[in-house]
């Protein structure tokens, strides 16, 4: 059997669940993570791989690509997995492929599905996949055509205002009324990343419904589906309070029942991928669905070029294949030939963040109990570092905690029990994650 070198870009609660469960394959050789975790590094060897440091500020992402692609070279790597998007968006798929690397994850510009959300807006309107009607602003008057828009009479509240580029999920506003939608306005004129990103805006109908996110492996035409899972954006109990990356994932959602799945697979999936071969840009690597499900059926809220945090954290664990072997069947075009069997037990996680995220916060703080933390269970580290042997807090999130159980209700107490067993100073997690979920199970 070949073993195979693997280097996994990215350093939070996702790259170690990756790194985590590249490790148990027995077709792995070596493991890089850059820059990792103090918790990858119990699975391989972290590396920085920054670029050099003659390179100029005003050098583009491509400096450090070289960097990435050189160590490729160095260690033989067969395999490198991105996990965050925004390497993605910049084009670090197309830079080391023509380099004859093998890389999981999209094209630069297949990756528009999530960095540009006029561009999924415009495909999906081509192509009449579900979603929620919009209009478009663009050009160098773009906020004050949008002023002037929001004023006119007969809309239809709430509305959706989206910055079309990335913006750290801060670039999507809900305004229930004109006061609102103008107020929404100004935080983008004020805010230098969300004005970036708003050069092009969409306006949206607000969709009635539950959200949940379905997961797919692709090779662009063969798809398999992992599951669907919710995430919990809000830092407060409720769904309350500000943005967040994701304070905790359960999975399966049930609110995704099988006919739902077969609907996403028929209307949204298959349609997606076609239509992205048809553009000449076919999908490869993890498509996330970001969903509504509303009375008329799923629909789209946004589409992601790559594993969710804190989702991943649910959906390796309940993968039973390989993921070495489904990440190699990818990138080979061979996907059609590989099965991807998920358990079917309930797997709940809760993300434990520094006191005061998302806003400011103290790092440097020690993390204590971890080795209680029971062998069913895992700790994946997001925000930490070792510092003379002590783990300390090092980021807003600092480590999800998963359990699995037959059920969710199961998933869910045994994931809290372990929760509890570890502390930091100020350490703040919700104490509802999954319970949308045991409402509809
Ligand atoms: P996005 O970054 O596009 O996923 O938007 C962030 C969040 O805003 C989503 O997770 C939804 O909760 C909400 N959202 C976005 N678009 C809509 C919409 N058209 N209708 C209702 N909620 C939405
Ligand atoms: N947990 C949401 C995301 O990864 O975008």
Not at 175 to 184: I, K, P
Not at 407 to 434: A, H, N, P, Q
Request: charged share 25%; glycine share 10%.
């Amino acid at each position: 059997m070949m073993n195979h070198n693997v280097l996994i870009l990215g350093s939070g609660g996702r790259e170690h669940a990756l790194a985590w469960s590249l490790s148990r394959s027995p077709l792995l050789g070596e493991l890089y993570i850059s820059p990792g975790n103090p918790g990858t590094a119990s699975h391989g060897t972290n590396v920085a791989l920054k670029p050099a440091a003659t390179t100029p500020s005003t050098a583009g992402p491509e400096a450090w690509f070289e960097t990435v692609a050189s160590f490729i070279r160095e260690k033989n790597i067969d395999l490198t997995v991105v996990g965050p998007e925004q390497p993605l968006v910049d084009g670090i798929t197309d830079y080391l492929q023509v380099r004859d690397c093998k890389v999981f994850g999209p094209s630069q510009a297949a990756a528009r599905l999530e960095g540009s959300k006029t561009f999924a807006k415009w495909l999906m309107h081509k192509y009449q996949i579900p979603t929620a009607q919009s209009v478009e602003f663009s050009g160098d008057t773009v906020l004050d055509d949008l002023e002037g828009w929001l004023s006119v009479e007969n809309k239809n509240w709430p509305i959706v205002i989206k910055a079309d580029g990335l913006a750290a999920g801060k670039g999507v506003f809900i305004s229930r009324n004109r006061e609102e939608s103008l107020e929404h306005l100004n935080k983008i004129r004020e805010d230098e990343t969300l004005r970036n990103a708003a050069r092009r805006v969409i306006v949206e109908e607000f969709m009635e419904g539950e959200e949940a996110s379905v997961f797919a492996i692709t090779d662009g035409r063969n798809a398999r589906l992992l599951l669907s899972a919710q995430d919990h954006k809000r830092i407060g109990e409720g769904d309350t309070g500000l943005n967040t990356g994701g304070m905790g994932a359960y999975a399966p959602a049930p609110v995704m029942n099988e006919h739902m799945l077969r609907l996403v697979e028929d209307t949204i999936l298959y349609p997606t991928l076609g239509a992205m071969q048809l553009e000449g840009h076919a999908y490869r690597g993890v498509l996330y669905l970001g969903l509504m499900v509303t009375d008329e059926g799923p629909k789209v809220v946004e589409y992601n070029c790559r594993f969710g945090d804190p989702e991943c954290q649910v959906l390796l664990p309940a993968m039973k294949s390989d993921l070495l072997e489904v990440l190699l069947a990818t990138v080979n075009f061979e996907l059609d030939k590989t099965t991807v069997e998920m358990s079917d037990e309930h797997f709940c996680c809760v993300v434990m963040a520094s006191g005061g995220y998302p806003e400011a916060y103290k790092k440097g703080i020690e993390i204590r109990g971890i080795d209680d933390v029971s062998d069913d269970a895992l700790v994946f580290h997001s925000g930490t570092r070792m510092d003379d042997g002590k783990l300390l807090t090092n980021g807003g999130r600092v480590l999800s905690v998963v359990a699995k159980g037959p059920d969710l209700r199961v998933s869910i107490d045994g994931c809290y029990r372990e929760v509890e067993k570890i502390s930091f100073d100020k350490g703040y997690y919700r104490c509802d994650i999954g319970a949308k979920g045991l409402k509809r199970s």
